[in-house]
């Protein structure tokens, strides 16, 4: 099992910056890979990024390509989204994941995805 707990969201002006993490508890989250979701008022909850068990692959949405990086500290357990260039079509409620089978591939579905935290808000303004 594994309990996830997002931080780090806010209220930002276009153009600026945040940065979220994510701790985790339980042993396996250094062996598994994990990934940033979002989801915007009235929308699907998509995949921002992923990133395999040791930070040797990552995915990238294409809206975020270039201006978010993934990566994640497994000694203390801790998983973080630096976001620069932020645009107001990036607000929503951010999401970080677990899955519990994978550890080398990076799932891009929420069905590929079996733990989940509570969510931090992210508002860009214009």
């Known amino acids: 099992q594994v309990q996830l707990v997002e931080s780090g969201g806010g209220l930002v002006q276009a153009g600026g910056s945040l940065r979220l993490s994510c701790t985790a508890s339980?042993?396996?989250?250094?062996?598994?890979?994990a990934a940033w979701f979002r989801q915007a008022p009235g929308k699907e909850r998509e995949f921002v990024a992923g990133?395999?068990?040791?930070?040797?692959?990552?995915s990238y949405a294409d809206s975020v390509k270039g201006r978010f990086t993934i990566s994640r500290d497994n000694a203390n357990n801790t998983l973080n989204l630096q976001m620069n260039m932020l645009k107001p079509e990036d607000t929503a409620v951010y999401y970080c994941?677990?899955?519990?089978?994978?550890?080398w591939g990076i799932g891009l579905s929420r069905r590929d995805y079996d733990y989940w935290g509570q969510g931090t808000q992210v508002t860009v303004s214009s």
């Open positions: 994941a677990a899955d519990a089978y994978r550890g």
């Open positions: 990133v395999n068990w040791n930070a040797g692959r990552t």
């Open positions: 339980g042993r396996t989250f250094s062996s598994i890979s």
